[in-house]
T-cell receptor
Framework: TQLLEQSPQFLSIQEGENLTVYCNSS?????LQWYRQEPGEGPVLLVT?????EVKKLKRLTFQFGDARKDSSLHITAAQPGDTGLYLC?????????FGAGTTVTVRA | DTGVSQNPRHKITKRGQNVTFRCDPI?????LYWYRQTLGQGPEFLTY????????KSRLLSDRFSAERPKGSFSTLEIQRTEQGDSAMYLC??????????????FGPGTRLTVL
């Protein structure tokens, strides 16, 4: 059972559209990270959010950490085919990361 | 150093056989983690090392699983008497120690195990 619930599980959109992926938990995390994973590869870190209410922007990606540090969202503006992949959120608690099940994003050209 | 490497990338074995995977972390990283990822799921924590000391093991790690990091560099994960339910991607990650709220784990490409 994953501590972090991600929604939706699958998302297929057309190039140029926007998308939002959600990550929710009943637990409070000291920080939360978003990773992107491509088939046959390990996850690659995109961002770490630490402070409740924090918003971070990386080019077309916007990450938000909830005020209570239990939830987060990832918004992609004007999605491109290169954004296709599995997006994973992961929460830090003590010494380890707990991952959500991921959202598979497909951006069609 | 090109990052975390794992060998083999793919392993197919028959039920009941033993398998061993290797992970070579980034050279200056003293923390090393093992995860298991099944289809449609995120990685699940198995165990982690700080230098050569194994500091924590998940209850997912049954007595058929053993991990070592004898010299605090590379690590091995052995599965004895494999079962079909062991089929998964086994991921290794390494990181520097941190005193803050988080750190970055660098993941290897994984070893995909298929038990027939």
């Amino acid at each position: 059972t994953q501590l972090l619930e991600q929604s939706p599980q699958f998302l297929s959109i057309q190039e140029g559209e926007n998308l939002t992926v959600y990550c929710n938990s009943s637990s409070v995390f000291s920080s939360l990270q978003w990773y992107r994973q491509e088939p046959g590869e390990g996850p690659v870190l995109l961002v770490t959010v630490v402070t409740g209410g924090e918003v971070k922007k990386l080019k077309r990606l916007t990450f938000q950490f909830g005020d209570a540090r239990k939830d987060s969202s990832l918004h992609i503006t004007a999605a491109q085919p290169g954004d296709t992949g599995l997006y994973l959120c992961a929460g830090w608690s003590d010494y380890k990361l707990s991952f959500g099940a991921g959202t598979t994003v497909t951006v069609r050209a | 150093d090109t990052g975390v490497s794992q060998n083999p990338r793919h392993k197919i074995t028959k039920r009941g056989q033993n398998v061993t995977f290797r992970c070579d972390p980034i050279s200056e990283h003293n923390r090393l983690y093992w995860y298991r990822q099944t289809l449609g799921q995120g990685p699940e924590f198995l165990t982690y090392f700080q230098n050569e000391a194994q500091l924590e093991k998940s209850r997912l790690l049954s007595d058929r699983f053993s991990a070592e990091r004898p010299k605090g560099s590379f690590s091995t994960l052995e599965i004895q008497r494999t079962e079909q339910g062991d089929s998964a991607m086994y991921l290794c990650a390494s990181s520097l120690p941190t005193g803050g709220a988080s750190n970055e784990q660098f993941f290897g490409p994984g070893t995909r195990l298929t038990v027939l």
